[in-house]
């Protein structure tokens, strides 16, 4: 167990429908990372928040979003939600934004009809 | 940019044998740390290895091994003595050193699925 917890663990949503889902970063850690997994695929990176602030970003249209939050937890946003946008959502928290370690959540398994 | 390559799809181990898993890297950077990361069918990825580019010395952790060749940009994961618990996706990742942006990300391989036969 890494101590980064996400939920929910899984969710059905309808094409066209917003989602969000969370993430509770480690004790300690104040940079959080979001990557999509689809199905057969490795990991995907979407962007990193550090302290609040974006300073990353994937290949991943506008139309995904995040926060973070004072405690460092984290949200990703998806707005009008396609079909290819189905896939597991991990999460992962670094005790630095320059620190080579990451730890991540189980993820939150997304389906969208 | 930076891709990570793994060309086997599925390896299969009998218990208590070796395997030796694939990876190639591409990266003009010469600061780096490259990773193998597990995940079995809980989905949670779970760090196996992790080697940094500036180091000669392959990195060891009990029964999982490396072999990093820096030219060849090759990283290969040896895995002694196979468990069944061993069984699982297996992921190479890399990530460039260098600090903030979409530079401080991972950039994970397709992965390469191990069975472990009892």
């Known amino acids: 167990e890494t101590g980064v917890t996400q939920s929910p663990t899984h969710l059905i949503k309808t094409r066209g429908q917003q989602v969000t889902l969370r993430c509770s970063s480690q004790s300690g850690h104040n940079t959080v990372s979001w990557y999509q997994q689809a199905l057969g695929q490795g990991p995907q990176f979407i962007f990193q928040y550090y302290r609040e602030e974006e300073n990353g970003r994937g290949n991943f249209p506008p139309r995904f979003s995040g926060l973070q939050f004072p405690n460092y937890s984290s949200e990703l946003n998806v707005n009008a939600l396609e079909l290819d946008d189905s896939a597991l959502y991990l999460c992962?928290?670094?005790?630095?934004?320059?620190?080579?370690?990451?730890?991540f959540g189980q993820g939150t398994r997304l389906t969208v009809v | 940019a930076q891709t990570v390559t793994q060309s086997q799809p599925e390896m299969s181990v009998q218990e208590a044998e070796t395997v030796t898993l694939s990876c190639t890297y591409d990266?003009?950077?010469?600061?780096?740390?490259l990773f193998w990361y597990k995940q079995p069918p809980s989905r949670q990825m779970i760090l196996v290895i992790r080697?940094?580019?500036?180091?000669?010395q392959n990195a060891t952790e009990n029964r999982f091994s490396v072999n990093f060749q820096k030219a060849a940009k090759s990283f290969s994961l040896k895995i002694s003595d196979s468990q069944l618990g061993d069984a699982a996706m297996y992921f190479c990742a890399y990530r460039s050193a260098a600090w903030g942006g979409s530079q401080g990300n991972l950039i994970f391989g397709k992965g390469t699925k191990l069975s472990v036969k009892p």
């Open positions: 080697q940094e580019a500036y180091k000669q």
């Open positions: 992962a928290s670094s005790p630095e934004t320059g620190s080579a370690e990451a730890f």
């Open positions: 990266t003009s950077e010469s600061d780096y740390y």
